[in-house]
């Protein structure tokens, strides 16, 4: 089953604006993490945040995690061309435990 | 660092016939996971191995599914018989242990079962 819910499902910007995507989970978890797809490709590491922590950065990228609210945020600033992709919330319950991954945003970005 | 290698890239076959699909890891992750992500949804877990041992195996349809890591290297996934619903993108992907979070995926492998 999944455990995360990506929203929304789809998302069209325009280069140079920020995107924002959510995950929302439904059981206590260890890890979240965020992965991107580019079309018919592997998927791609994109960050983690652990339980205990509220926010992390990397480069422009920028996740929130609210453990009440059982829900991440993932802020791409200053979008790109080649940001267009779909991103996913992976979550795991323990340490060495399996991913469980949401259903996806799909974000485009008009050049 | 050479990535995750899966073959082939895409596959077509009739409903009922058998298809396998190769993986080799990342040189030296013990962990290596097969996932099966229908169009629209996220990848699922099907089944993980540590080393040659089988980890998690819960969401692997036992019936027509099987997977095996013999040396603990590269490992094989096969469908026999497919069913139509067995349409989708194969992913296989490999951390250095089960402990790592971070897991690097393949580029998968597209499957249509007509």
């Known amino acids: 089953s999944q455990q995360g819910e990506e929203d929304p499902q789809a998302l069209s910007i325009q280069e140079g604006e920020n995107a924002t995507m959510n995950c929302s989970y439904k059981?206590?978890?260890?890890?979240l993490q965020w992965y991107r797809q580019n079309s018919g490709r592997g998927l791609v590491h994109l960050i983690l945040i652990r339980s205990n922590e509220r926010e992390k950065h990397s480069g422009r990228l920028r996740v929130t995690l609210d453990t009440s609210k059982k829900s991440s945020s993932l802020l791409i600033t200053a979008s790109r061309a080649a940001d267009t992709a779909s991103y996913f919330c992976?979550?795991?319950?323990?340490?060495?435990?399996?991913?469980?991954f949401g259903t996806g945003t799909r974000l485009a970005v008009r050049p | 660092e050479a990535g995750v290698a899966q073959s082939p890239r895409y596959k077509i076959i009739e409903k009922r016939q058998s298809v396998a699909f190769w993986c080799n890891p990342i040189?030296?992750?013990?962990?290596l996971y097969w996932y099966q992500q229908i169009l629209g949804q996220g990848p699922k877990l099907l089944i993980q191995f540590q080393n040659n041992g089988v980890v998690d195996d819960s969401q692997l349809p036992k019936d027509r599914f099987s997977a095996e890591r013999l040396k603990g290297v590269d490992s094989t996934l096969k469908i026999q018989p497919a069913k139509l619903e067995d349409s989708a993108v194969y992913l296989c992907?490999?951390?250095?242990?089960?402990?790592?979070?971070?897991?690097?995926f393949g580029p998968g492998t597209r499957l249509l079962v007509l």
């Open positions: 992976a979550t795991d319950k323990s340490s060495g435990d399996k991913l469980t």
């Open positions: 040189s030296g992750h013990a962990t």
């Open positions: 992907a490999s951390s250095r242990d089960r402990w790592q979070e971070t897991q690097y």
């Open positions: 059981t206590s978890i260890n890890n």
